[in-house]
């Protein structure tokens, strides 16, 4: 190993014990508190409880104090008092928190979350908050009404409504959730920002929505695609 190699390989590690430093010291701060303070731009602050079985969102959330700064930046420059809006995947709540705080009590949140454990941090959360505006609801959303089958890996939450080729499904677990339609349960609301992160489902959600569609809204989807 020449000595470029090794300095690239000695800031890597440098980098790798500082990121491990800094989770070690929040989650003793998390576990002293029962909950971590979200610190973005313009002085906006908000707590989370987290879901520590998810090394993805939620331990993502414990090491920095915030999620996705290009799409939270995004949604805060976009989104203003007295506005209508849905996050589609809301998992324990960093954007419904966030987008509640943005819209005030003029405001409303719809949020979807199908996956039982983060829903009910996501419940948690709302509550600690104080919030009044949001409303949650523990179902898909869709491009049918009823029933649908969810699925849901053991080494963490995020689950999604369909199944993938390749993936161990031993160590994954499937039971049967509602699914509804956004034009069902928002019934004519007119929706000013949409955030969807389904895992893929991305499209489904849109289906759903024809009638919404038919107002401008803003739109911040993550994109699966395969």
């Known amino acids: 190993m020449g000595l470029p190699e090794r300095l690239v390989w000695k800031y890597r590690r440098l980098t790798h014990l500082a990121s491990d430093y800094r989770a070690g010291l929040s989650l003793r701060e998390y576990y ?15 707590k989370l409880r987290l879901n520590l079985r998810d090394r993805s ?8 104090s915030w999620w996705d700064q290009v799409s939270s930046n995004f949604i805060i420059s976009h989104t203003q008092r007295g506005m209508t809006v849905v ?20 405001g409303s949140v719809h949020a979807f979350e199908p996956e039982i ?3 009910s941090v996501l419940e948690e959360n709302v509550r600690l908050n104080e919030l009044r505006n949001v409303q949650l609801h523990n179902v ?3 491009k049918h009404d009823g029933r649908t ?20 499904w031993r160590n994954i677990i499937e039971r049967q959730v509602a699914i509804n339609r956004l034009d069902t349960i928002l019934d ?10 389904t ?20 739109l911040v989807i993550e994109v699966w695609p395969s």
């Open 140 to 142: 898909v959303a869709g």
């Open 188 to 197: 004519g609301k007119k929706i000013d920002v949409l955030k969807v992160d």
């Open 117 to 119: 454990t983060n829903f």
């Open 32 to 46: 002293r508190d029962g909950y971590r303070v979200m610190r973005g731009p313009n002085d906006i602050e908000f």
């Open 87 to 106: 996050d589609v995947g809301a998992n324990v709540g960093f954007f419904t928190v966030l987008m509640a705080k943005l819209v005030g009590e003029a």
């Open 57 to 64: 969102i939620s331990g993502t959330l414990l090491r920095d």
């Open 199 to 218: 895992e893929g489902m991305d499209l489904d959600v849109l289906e759903g929505m024809e009638g919404a569609m038919q107002n401008k809204m803003i």
């Open 149 to 168: 089958s969810f699925y849901t890996p053991l080494e963490h939450t995020n689950g999604r409504a369909y199944k993938s080729d390749g993936e161990d």
